[in-house]
């Protein structure tokens, strides 16, 4: 125990969602994520230069402290070599867009035999990081524009990366909302397109395709568990709610009344999933303090995301920074598996979200924690910018 016992046992505030749900897949949600939906985005993705179903790991060592029976991890550091699991959403919505936009089919695209219809479109996004790169790769791969735009405390290093992937990024005063206006703002002004992971009222189609994109990575598990054992319970990152919408569809659909237990994990600082839940109805959250989870520093829930994840999600958790860059450095240095595996900011959300339950009595037994759990968690990101992972770690990524 003697690592979990420099764990801080900060604040942390949980929330039992009265509204969830057991049963079969709720087919009104169908419109939102459908088995179809879910098999088209698999085969596209599937048949792209690079792709490769990433790692599902081991969190043995730490399993045995928390005393429950598995605990996963699927590293999502090396997708696409972007990094991230943002790379399955981003680019395929900016390939469905090219599609309706010239009527072309995605083999046509992909070949560019529509160069000259797709070279005058332009992508626009708002992002903290990874789905801005995530677009920009899309748009660089499949030749159209990307415009991208980043708040005040984006770093430098992510910023250059969109760049260098041929976007124009464009860097606005305010948090990550502000530049989700301004991108629509301007986009609205420009006739170019938005590609972003977040809806709103009359946006949905994007989005939703964004989040189809993102089931690739669950429909990755169904075939990674070992001898076909599923977990009973899953930790996933909060933030607009696309990831936690994504993952509970692409299981629910799966796994039927069967399905684990879903429990969302945010930053204290950004957790409008959580107060929303709580509320029963939307809640915008105004960020005052960024969170170093910077992928997950979002004040407004994305309303598609939402219609699932108020039936899908049994718990809500807000945790604060404290233990982050020490999971980081747990992850990095074996002391979680017999193997070192990188984990961006971001990425252990989930895991600092379990160690804390783990270690409380009540909150274990709120979840329904024990000795026969099977856990997944989600390591969306690797270091998506290396002198952050460096300087959080100690550690060269």
């Not at 596209?44 to 605990?71: C, F, M, Q, V």
């Not at 420009?190 to 972003?196: A, D, E, H, L, T």
Request: contains cysteine.
């Amino acid at each position: 125990m003697r690592n979990l016992n420099q764990y801080v046992r900060s604040h942390i505030h949980h929330f039992a969602n009265p509204n969830a749900r057991h049963g079969p897949w709720p087919e009104r949600l169908s419109t939102v994520i459908s088995a179809d939906s879910i098999g088209a985005a698999a085969r596209e993705i599937k048949s792209w230069p690079g792709y490769g179903p990433t790692p599902l790991r081991s969190l043995d060592t730490l399993a045995s402290e928390l005393d429950i029976a598995t605990l996963w991890y699927k590293d999502e550091a090396q997708r696409f070599a972007l990094g991230s699991f943002k790379a399955l959403g981003g680019a395929y919505a900016v390939l469905c867009l090219l599609m309706r936009e010239t009527s072309m089919s995605a083999a046509e695209i992909s070949t560019h035999k529509a160069r000259d219809q797709v070279a005058d479109i332009t992508v626009v996004t708002a992002t903290d990081g990874n789905h801005g790169r995530a677009v920009a790769w899309g748009a660089q791969r499949f030749g159209c524009r990307a415009r991208i735009y980043i708040h005040a405390e984006v770093s430098a290093y992510r910023e250059q990366a969109m760049a260098e992937l041929g976007a124009e990024v464009v860097r606005v005063d305010g948090n990550y909302d502000e530049s989700v206006r301004q991108a629509a703002r301007d986009a609205r002004d420009n006739n170019w397109f938005v590609v972003s992971d977040t809806s709103w009222p009359g946006y949905t189609e994007v989005p939703a395709q964004v989040m189809a994109g993102y089931t690739v990575m669950v429909g990755e598990l169904f075939n990674q568990w070992p001898d076909g054992q599923l977990p009973t319970h899953v930790f996933v990152q909060g933030g607009v709610g696309g990831l936690a919408a994504a993952v509970i569809a692409a299981m629910w659909i799966h796994y039927g009344s069967d399905r684990p237990i879903f429990i969302v994990v945010e930053p204290a600082d950004a957790d409008c999933l959580l107060q929303s839940a709580t509320a029963g109805d939307l809640v915008k959250v105004d960020i005052t303090r960024e969170t170093i989870m910077a992928g997950l520093s979002c004040g407004e829930v994305s309303p598609i995301a939402w219609s699932i994840i108020e039936l899908g999600a049994d718990h809500f958790l807000s945790i604060t920074d404290d233990n982050v860059t020490r999971a980081m450095g747990d992850l990095a240095t074996k002391h979680f598996s017999d193997e070192a595996i990188v984990g961006g900011e971001s990425a252990v959300a989930g895991l600092c979200g379990l160690i804390q339950v783990a270690t409380d009595k009540d909150l274990a037994a709120a979840i329904d924690l024990n000795p026969t759990s099977r856990v997944l968690v989600l390591g969306t990101e690797g270091a998506t910018d290396p002198d952050i992972y460096r300087q959080a770690t100690g550690v060269d990524p």
